[in-house]
């Protein structure tokens, strides 16, 4: 990548120019038109299932129920489970790994790898390569997908223009030939979180983190990885923008995290403010008041009305700072 950045050439150029975005939209597709999509025909056969929230009792109730699933999905000779989990190194490579699992043991290990792509590319991939064989077995009619990526496998029955198409087009269109194929054929996804560290899960992350494969000069980006690039680049700009800002001014108290790290301003989930606040309409008028000292207190009045007094009525500090309030102050009224 150094050797990139030195490089200047018309042949960097032309790279850059060939290789930026692949297209991946196809939106007249006949498996996204109404009366075709799977929905349509398949509703009853393909099954999703998640925890009904992510307490440790419902976790706990889900994992057992995923147990018996599994379990009898291996004395069945007609079923076969997919266990799914991928992983995106630090240099953008993709792994996607499978193990496919019948009559109690893994029947086919499979692995890929991608370059350039957004994780639930990378989540839609490895779900892929895991089912399509397992779809291709003879005899199989039962398949249980175990995923952490429930968001992912639903994508098969989504039914519009989304820039994930290209990866769920051929993945719908091969689930559709198997539930075409055979009416007792049946798909079910299970959620499976990866912290939980069932073994069998644990043998596909292992093979996930210890794959390890070296990206080849060039190589092209998904639309949506390019998009969360840009996407992170502005995001970037408005932080840096944001911490050396003028206008701020030093009195803006930064927030830390857990960690001591200074909070960044974020778009995502509300903000990085906002969330903490609620919805309080005055909880957040304050807090406003308070984050940018802006407020009818002491050290406020040193600076716009120097004339006022700017002491502290509880007679402890010559000037009623923030500060000053947050942690020494005494005298707060809690119905105010
Ligand atoms: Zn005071």
Redesign the pocket.
């Known amino acids: 990548m150094k050797q990139q950045a030195n490089l200047k050439s018309p042949i960097k150029d032309v790279n850059e120019w060939l290789n930026s975005v692949r297209n991946c939209f196809n939106p007249l597709y006949s498996l996204f038109s109404p009366g075709s999509q799977i929905v349509d025909y398949f509703s009853s056969r393909i099954s999703f299932h998640s925890p009904s929230s992510f307490s440790d009792e419902d976790l706990y109730q889900h994992l057992q129920s995923l147990n018996l699933v599994f379990r009898s999905s291996q004395v069945n000779h007609n079923s076969a489970a997919v266990i799914a989990d991928r992983g995106v190194k630090k240099s953008h490579v993709a792994t996607a790994a499978a193990h496919i699992w019948a009559d109690n043991s893994v029947i086919k290990q499979l692995c890929v790898h991608s370059l350039n792509v957004t994780s639930i590319e990378a989540e839609l991939m490895a779900i892929r390569t895991g089912i399509i064989p397992a779809m291709e077995i003879d005899n199989i009619h039962d398949i249980t997908v175990i995923t952490d990526s429930i968001t992912a496998a639903r994508k098969i029955l989504k039914s519009k223009v989304d820039s994930l198409q290209n990866m769920f087009i051929p993945l719908a269109a091969a689930v559709k030939t198997f539930l075409s194929k055979d009416g007792s054929n049946k798909i079910r996804f299970w959620y499976y979180p990866s912290r939980a560290k069932w073994p069998r899960h644990k043998l596909v992350d292992d093979q996930v983190k210890a794959s390890s494969c070296t990206p080849i000069f060039p190589s092209k980006e998904s639309h949506l990885f390019s998009k969360k690039k840009e996407c992170d680049r502005i995001l970037c700009e408005w932080q840096m923008h944001f911490a050396n800002s003028l206008k701020k001014d030093h009195y803006f108290l930064n927030f830390e995290d857990e960690k001591g790290i200074v909070i960044k301003p974020t778009y995502a989930k509300r903000g990085s403010w906002l969330p903490v606040i609620g919805f309080t309409n005055s909880l957040c008028a304050r807090f406003t008041c308070m984050t940018t000292s802006h407020a009818p207190i002491g050290e406020y009045r040193q600076r716009f009305f120097s004339q006022l007094p700017t002491s502290?009525?509880?007679?402890?500090?010559e000037v009623?700072t923030r500060e000053?309030?947050i942690m020494?102050?005494d005298?707060h009224d809690p119905s105010t």
């Open positions: 502290c009525p509880c007679g402890k500090a009623q000053h309030i020494e102050y005298r």
